[in-house]
């Protein structure tokens, strides 16, 4: 009787030990999912190509540009809502690239002018991000635009 019982106990810890390791896994999943969408967002936006804006056969005007960084600080809003707990290092480079877009979003806000300067103040910041979420996460690194 007490043999069937400590087996009992032993499948049910083991049971619970492979649920909490399936729910991680399945979390960090996500989260890699959600940081390559992320990435490739960013990547396939024209407006943040080095020869984007100001290039002389551009078509891309401040109002696009606005668009596409706006999709993209979107688009780090539901990355961050998609990390696990204690997941410091993607947090802190999506809290800067949402910055970033909010920083070029008011200044553009004021003054549309200036969106191409602007642009070239954020797509090193967007391309830095990109580089730290891919580092050491099995995430393929996409140059923005």
Known sequence: MMFFLAGGLAGAVFGALAAG?????LQRAREKRALQALITQVHLKRAL???GPGAADSTIDA??????VADIRQQVRETLSELRPGSVSPAAALLEMHRACDAYLRETDRNGRNYEAKLRVLRPVLNEGARRLSGARHIEYLAPG
Not at 21 to 25: E, I, K, R, S
Not at 63 to 68: K, Y
């Open 49 to 51: 190509a080095e020869n």
């Open 63 to 68: 109002a696009r540009c606005r668009s596409a």
């Open 21 to 25: 390791l399936m729910v991680h896994w």
